[in-house]
C-alpha cells in the first residue's frame, strides 16, 4: 500500500523559508512526485514536480519560480520541497502526490495524480 507523509509545514513570515518532506513508501516503480496546494475557496494547483527516474527532470508553476526548489533523495524515498522568499499568497495546504511514470505536460491537472499525502498547512504571514 503506498502512502505518503508529509511535514515541515508551519507558521512563517514574509520573505521568510520553510523546506516540505514528503515520505514514499509503498512504491517500486518510479514515478512523478509533485507538491500541489490548496488555499481557501481556491482550487487545487500544482506547484513543482520531479520524475523520480532521472531526479532532474523538474517542473515548477510560474508562480513560485525561483523561489521555490523540488528535489528528491531516492535512497530515503523523500522529496523536498524548499521554499524561499514566500509571500502571503502561498498560504495553503500543500499535498504531496505521485503520478505513476513521467510527469509531462499533464503534471501539475491533480486529476492524473494516483496518490495523495494528508496535507500539511504553510501560512505566511
Known amino acids: 500500500q503506498v502512502q505518503l507523509v508529509e511535514s515541515g509545514g508551519g507558521s512563517v513570515q514574509p520573505g521568510g523559508s520553510l523546506t516540505l518532506s514528503c515520505l514514499a513508501s509503498g512504491y517500486t516503480s518510479t514515478y512523478c512526485m509533485g507538491w500541489f496546494r490548496q488555499a481557501p475557496g481556491k482550487e487545487r494547483e500544482g506547484v513543482a514536480a520531479?520524475?523520480?527516474?532521472?531526479?532532474?527532470?523538474?517542473y515548477y508553476a510560474d508562480s513560485v519560480k525561483g523561489r521555490f526548489t523540488i528535489s528528491p533523495d531516492n535512497e530515503k524515498n523523500t522529496v523536498y520541497l524548499q521554499m524561499n522568499s514566500l509571500k502571503p499568497e502561498d498560504t495553503a495546504t500543500y499535498y504531496c502526490a505521485v503520478k505513476a511514470g513521467y510527469c509531462g505536460p499533464q503534471w501539475s491537472q491533480p486529476s492524473r495524480i494516483k496518490y495523495w499525502g494528508q496535507g500539511t498547512q504553510v501560512t505566511v504571514s
Open positions: 520531479i520524475y523520480t527516474g532521472d531526479a532532474r527532470t523538474v
